[in-house]
């Protein structure tokens, strides 16, 4: 797993770069918070083919003795992949914390994407506004 988790950093600082493009800031805290729910749901959701692959049909053939198709483990691959994906994006969503401006510099309209600290993961309720700022490799 240490083998690949700076490579999943740098896709997940990927994924941030591009959303912040695509996307404005949050309107509010409850629309970030939204947005983590609907994300961590889609990798909850891709899940699925996946563990019907692996535990209902490879399970059976082994079962009954017989050899997993190759087609089988391309799919299992695939669902897999597509699981990576939506957790790099629920990983992303760590980065969209919100916390309101407070003072002169309030806005009531607007929140700021937020970003966490490298180091262990911090409440959310500590996140303060700040820059966005890449995880380290």
């Known amino acids: 797993m240490d083998a690949v988790r700076k490579d999943v950093r740098r896709l997940v600082n990927k994924e941030l770069e591009a959303a912040n ?3 404005p800031q949050f309107a509010s805290p409850h629309e970030g918070q939204n947005v983590v729910r609907e994300e961590l749901e889609e990798a909850e959701r891709a899940i699925v083919p996946l563990k019907l692959y692996i535990e209902t049909r ?4 082994v079962k ?3 050899t997993v ?5 391309k799919a299992i691959r695939e669902a897999a992949v ?9 990983a992303v969503c760590r980065h969209c914390a ?3 401006a407070v003072g ?3 806005k009531p309209d607007r ?7 490298s180091g262990p993961p911090k409440p959310i309720s500590i996140l303060y506004r700040k820059p966005v700022v890449k995880l380290p490799p």
Request: neutral net charge.
């Open 21 to 23: 493009k695509r996307f």
């Open 58 to 61: 490879m399970w059976n053939m």
């Open 64 to 66: 009954a003795n017989q």
């Open 69 to 73: 198709p190759k087609d089988d483990f």
């Open 82 to 90: 597509n699981l990576a994906v939506e957790a790099i994006q629920v």
């Open 98 to 100: 919100v916390k309101p």
């Open 104 to 106: 002169a510099a309030a």
């Open 111 to 117: 929140v700021d994407h937020v970003a966490c600290l």
